[in-house]
């Protein structure tokens, strides 16, 4: 069983402060997506990085997937209220393995933005 | 374009009743998953499906069943349900399977008392 240890689990910041998501594994994933949710609604897919030692930029988030494909870490700058929410981090299949797009997720981090 | 879509989204049930979630996607996406997200815990696979007529379990298939008669509807059945089943459900759906991103529909809140 392939299992996602995500931390923090809780994160209470004030606007302008910068944080890091861990999302650590002993398992190789083919691939590791990164989630954020709202209350009352699905999650909603913010990247997937698929390459070891890949780094991916979205405005003020960066992506980063580990050399060997067993972790990742989000990073945020400069956090504003607006990024307040659940994140999940979420690894695909067995690198080489026939997964049929099952996903193993992490436990979530509830990030809070205070203004 | 609606994606996907769950109904009801509260349900209360009594210990032993019965119910189905429904789930239809409108992206003509084979692959279909059921999850259920509890405090704490992420999310869990329940079952999934690669296209019509073909259904697999999951993580925690125990207690739910799942057809897929059509590529666009998805339903969960509880069976007998349990005070365990309080959970929120998620239904998503993915165009290629492996490492493609899954679209979820806004959860069904079940409470079994």
């Not at chain 1, 650590?24 to 390459?51: A, K």
């Not at chain 2, 879509?5 to 084979?30: A, V």
Request: aromatic fraction near 10%; proline fraction near 5%; charged fraction near 15%.
């Amino acid at each position: 069983t392939q299992l996602l240890e995500q931390s923090p689990q809780f994160l209470s910041i004030q606007e302008g402060e910068n944080l890091t998501v861990y999302c650590n594994s002993s398992s190789v994933f083919s691939s590791l997506q990164w989630y954020r949710q709202e209350p009352g609604e699905g999650p909603v897919l913010l990247v997937t990085v698929v390459t070891g030692g890949e780094v991916k930029k979205l405005k003020r988030l960066t992506f980063q997937f580990g050399d060997a494909r067993k972790d990742s870490s989000l990073h945020i700058t400069a956090a504003q209220p607006g990024d307040t929410g659940l994140y999940l981090c979420a690894g695909g299949g067995s690198a080489g393995g026939t997964s049929y797009g099952k996903l193993t997720f992490g436990q979530g981090t509830i990030l809070t933005v205070h203004p | 374009n609606a994606g996907v879509t769950q109904t009801p989204k509260f349900r209360i049930l009594k210990i032993g009743q019965s119910m189905t979630l429904q789930c239809t996607q409108d992206m003509n996406h084979n692959y279909m998953y059921w999850y259920r997200q509890d405090p704490g815990m992420g999310l869990k696979l329940i079952y999934y499906s690669v296209g019509a007529g073909i259904t697999d379990k999951g993580e925690v298939p125990n207690g739910y069943n799942v057809s897929r008669s059509t590529t666009e509807d998805f339903p969960l059945r509880l069976e007998l349900a349990a005070p365990s089943q309080t959970s929120v459900y998620f239904c998503a759906s993915s165009y290629r399977g492996k490492d493609s991103p899954l679209h979820f529909g806004n959860g069904t809140r079940l409470t079994v008392t």
